[in-house]
């Protein structure tokens, strides 16, 4: 076995960071469990024990400007840690990165953060030092040239670092205050509303066809005609989609409105929603 072989099977085995175990596998003459004993006894192998566990608390962080708007998930076991300075240090920093990096979390790991080690070898480092699972979730970026972002943070744990985050992308040469608000707005009614897709025709088919799944079993004993099962199948996905569909929602600030007569109020001509995200912690 070459060395980057064991080194390889060292960083599997232990959760370490490449680093740590190419000294270990030169201080161990190459023997693999000598090598793991010297990791154990630094305490960096700590991390990987806590690798089995679940985390499903967290943050989520936002980084960026009017053009480009990124956000990055990073979860950990406990709220308690969620608020540590350090994880909080740590996330905000990874934040500013990761929007550097485009959110391609590949070479995110492997970047090197303020301090001259990787992202991928600090988060070991406060995996054992704080002594819970530590994972990088989902993250995103939104680019827009020709039109302006805007983001709403929930739950707020401290600056840009949250427990909700919507990114919102609008299409328009318009840099008016109204067209502010609106988009600071709409960030809002995402956070509220959930939709699967901005209209009903890009609604994932998968979440359709479960929909449809659960509209047939709730149908299947009703005792009514087959023709009038189907209209009220019918009925029942029209309203699935108009309610899931961010333009067919109803508006949150005055849900007698829907999102798209809102948007046509404002006469704005060129003005278009581009794109939206939302990320929940626990979702």
Sequence with gaps: MSEIEKIK??????????????????????????????????????????????????????????????????????DFVAKNNDFIKFVKELSELNHKKNSNTDNLKVSKMQNGETVEDNLVALIAKIGEKITIGKAKTLENIDGLNNHYLHTV?????????????LDTKDNSDSVKTFSKQLSMHIAASNPLALESDLIDQTIIDKEQQLVNEELKNSGK?????????????NKFKEENALLTQDWVMEPKKKVKDVLKELSIADLKI??????????
């Design 274 to 283: 581009k794109d939206f995200y939302r990320i929940k912690i626990g979702e």
């Design 9 to 78: 099977k060292l960083r599997e085995s232990t959760g370490a960071g490449f680093k740590d175990c190419n000294l270990a596998i030169k201080e161990s003459n190459g023997d693999l469990d000598k090598a793991i004993e010297i990791l154990r006894v630094k305490g960096i192998s700590k991390a990987s024990k806590k690798m089995s566990r679940d985390a499903k608390e967290g943050v989520v962080v936002v980084s960026g400007d009017e053009n480009k708007t990124s956000v990055i998930e990073v979860n950990c076991e406990t």
């Design 225 to 237: 005609p087959d023709d009038i099962v189907k209209k009220i199948s019918l009925g029942k996905m």
């Design 157 to 169: 744990v401290k600056d840009n670092v949250a427990k909700l985050a919507v990114m919102v992308s």
